[in-house]
């Protein structure tokens, strides 16, 4: 949900329990209020009642009962009572029904004679309007609310609108595109500073991104070429005349370590480059296909270990992915189990509509199996190890969102890869 929807239904939400909040307070002020007014309307129907009573004083057997609101009784001289107010209930033969009523009592001592006054008014109407103005005016709220929500909301698209434009321009944006990014100016200070400092962001992260792709080529080639002179050297030295074992044997050491030493500087490149995102096109892969030919590739090597490979491969799947990317990722798992797996052991290949499986027979990890797929973790006993080929494997797997899977059975001595995708 947009945040500008998401804000306005927030409003609307809080509006509603407010309103509902708001009948019983409006309703509860009116009360009083109108409880005050009516006690000032009783007290001044008392002193006119006083008044009458003092000018006109009434016979016992003729006391008044001119207003049936007024009740008057004789009563002892001893009994005296301050004027004191209470809600009751009174029957109303007119309407036939029981109303709340206002009642105020008092008495007053004329001539000789004690009078006990009661006075009460109904307030049956003014509660019903009470009720009536009190939802009336959370009704008006409620539509006061609703219209200020929707004027909000359409204010707020237009003022947004340089803001969606950055997004969208985010969205499409390359750091090893041919175009600089251009981010649409605002009149509102906000999105201005923000456009401006994407702006700069985005000229000093292509300028860092094309010096680091600089290094990398450069690196790529400065670094490659003396070690392959050097392993020529090495070669053509092997050939020498007059070399004693110990001679071969050193030279023949010189060039495990030159190709170790190339296979890690290829692949710590490689690991530069998908690091840096320069892998970005990306083709229709089949990677059954794809498998298939890896173990056609690594046939020799696998006979020459003499290991027996079987495999359950579909036809497909077909994924978007970097062709050269692709090729070392499965290539990495499959040399890694042809080199780890026991001589005359066998390796099991599978490749599903969503995942890729190969396991191979083979002694436990040497080291802890969160270690497994860390950079430079190998396994001592092969000196040929660069350790970065399941490193490479992992970074792949993630730049696509494929799940890689370890597990090891131990009662079949068997490690298994699996990825998902």
């Known amino acids: 949900m947009k945040l500008l929807y998401k804000t306005a239904l927030y409003l609307l939400l809080a509006a509603f329990p407010i309103a509902l909040g708001g009948i019983f307070l409006l309703n509860a002020y009116i009360h009083r209020d109108m409880l005050h007014e009516i006690d000032e309307l009783l007290a001044s129907e008392l002193i006119q009642v006083k008044e009458q009573l003092r000018l006109h004083p009434p016979d016992a057997d003729d006391l008044p009962g001119w207003d049936p609101n007024v009740r008057i009784t004789l009563a002892p001289l001893s009994y005296q009572t301050v004027p004191a107010y209470s809600d009751t209930v009174a029957f109303r033969h007119r309407e036939k029904e029981r109303s709340p009523v206002r009642m105020l009592r008092s008495t007053y001592a004329v001539d000789g004679q ?16 009470a009720s009536v ?5 959370i009704v008006c709220f409620l539509i006061v609310v609703v219209l200020l929500v929707l004027a909000d909301v359409l204010v707020t698209r237009r003022i947004w609108q340089p803001f969606y434009g950055i997004v969208r321009q985010l969205q499409y944006y390359r750091i090893d595109g041919p175009d600089e990014a251009e981010f649409p100016s605002s009149d509102v200070h906000e999105f201005k500073l923000l456009s401006q400092s994407l702006d700069e962001m985005s000229r000093r992260t292509r300028h860092q991104y094309a010096q680091q792709k600089q290094f990398t080529d450069n690196a790529s080639h400065e670094m490659q070429t003396p070690l392959s002179v050097l392993s020529c050297e090495l070669d053509l030295l092997q050939q020498s005349e007059g070399l004693n074992e110990s001679d071969l044997d050193r030279i023949q050491r010189s060039q495990q370590e ?6 890690m500087n290829q692949s710590l490149l490689l690991l530069a480059k998908i690091d840096n995102h320069q892998f970005a096109h990306n083709d229709a892969v089949n990677i059954g296909e794809l498998v298939n030919q890896l173990l056609t590739n690594y046939s020799d090597y696998v006979s020459h270990r003499g290991i027996a490979i079987s495999r359950m491969i579909k036809d497909g799947p077909v994924k978007s992915l970097n062709r050269q990317l692709a090729d070392v990722l499965f290539s990495n798992l499959i040399k890694n189990a042809v080199r780890h797996g026991d001589a005359g052991s066998s390796i099991f290949v599978q490749v599903g509509s969503n995942c890729f499986i190969i396991t191979n027979e083979g002694d ?3 080291f802890p199996e969160d270690q497994l797929f860390r950079r430079f973790v190998r396994n001592q006993a092969l000196p040929q190890s660069t350790g970065l080929g399941l490193a490479l494997v992992k970074e792949i797997a993630a730049q696509y969102g494929m799940t890689l899977k370890y597990d090891y059975a131990s009662s079949m001595r068997r490690h298994m890869f699996q990825v998902d995708f």
């Open 258 to 263: 030159v190709k170790r030493l190339s296979a």
């Open 133 to 137: 103005v009190s939802v009336g005016v």
């Open 114 to 129: 004690n009078y006990s006054i009661s006075l009460q008014q109904s307030y049956l109407e003014f509660d019903e309007i």
């Open 364 to 366: 436990p990890l040497p």
